[in-house]
Antibody, heavy 120, light 107 residues
Framework: EVQLVESGGGLVKAGGSLRLSCAVS????????LSWVRQAPGKGLEWVGR??????????DYAAPGKGRFTVSRDDSKTTVYLQMNSLTTEDTAVYYC???????????WGLGTLVTVSS | DIQMTQSPSTLSASVGDRVTITCRAS??????LAWYQQKPGKAPELLMY???TLESGVPSRFSGSGSVTEFTLTISSLQPDDFATYYC?????????FGQGTKLEIK
């Protein structure tokens, strides 16, 4: 059974940083594309970014709101993916989900999410 | 960025009804479209990908159609478990984008 478990969310002041982690099990992590998707309170879903497997270059791509501020990385030895978020604003307040899917195109497995609250 | 627009935003229906949700893309996405169901306080669940391919384990009362810029999700006979919010998502090009959601309510 595929499981994704996010951690690291919490309350942070605007301008601060936070690193989210997502521990993945039940699949061949090294071959897996991984994405982060967020959902602001009462709002819809927003793709944040994704990272390729190292065998495919290991590059990450980002949506505009996170470019230059967010970094997605992976540690295949720990089967964990990370989302480093810097210069946070109140607009970044959301539940952050870790997801996987075929080439991270669509998302067939989701974690439960971790709430990030940015206060002004 | 490709904009995804769903209609309606809210849909009131009864158990047993046939309902259709529409998703329109601002430019061609071929058939690179997925549908998700989300219940309050839960993560979304994949229903469909490639516009009309049912994810394993999803009931056959769900079906999808469409291509290029217009897509539909149909539930043939609503069950109590189907009352939720539905999202479409394009994966034709980055950044991947979602529709704003359609909330399916009990009439």
């Amino acid at each position: 059974e595929v499981q994704l478990v996010e951690s690291g969310g919490g309350l942070v002041k605007a301008g601060g940083s936070l690193r989210l982690s997502c521990a993945v099990s039940g699949l061949t992590f090294s071959n897996t594309w991984l994405s982060w998707v967020r959902q602001a309170p009462g709002k819809g879903l927003e793709w944040v970014g994704r990272i390729k497997p190292k065998a495919e270059g290991g590059a990450a791509d980002y949506a505009a709101p996170g470019k230059g501020r967010f970094t997605v990385s992976r540690d295949d030895s720990k089967t964990t993916v990370y989302l480093q978020m810097n210069s946070l604003t109140t607009e970044d307040t959301a539940v952050y989900y870790c997801t996987t899917g075929k080439a991270a195109a669509y998302f067939d497995h989701w974690g439960l999410g971790t709430l990030v609250t940015v206060s002004s | 960025d490709i904009q995804m627009t769903q209609s309606p935003s809210t849909l009131s229906a009864s158990v047993g009804d046939r309902v259709t949700i529409t998703c329109r893309a601002s430019q061609s996405i071929s058939n690179w479209l997925a549908w998700y169901q989300q219940k309050p306080g839960k993560a979304p669940e994949l229903l469909m990908y490639k516009a009309s391919t049912l994810e394993s384990g999803v009931p056959s009362r769900f079906s999808g159609s469409g291509s290029v810029t217009e897509f539909t999700l149909t539930i043939s006979s609503l069950q109590p478990d189907d009352f939720a919010t539905y999202y479409c998502q394009q994966y034709n090009s980055y950044p991947y984008t979602f529709g704003q959601g359609t909330k399916l309510e009990i009439k």
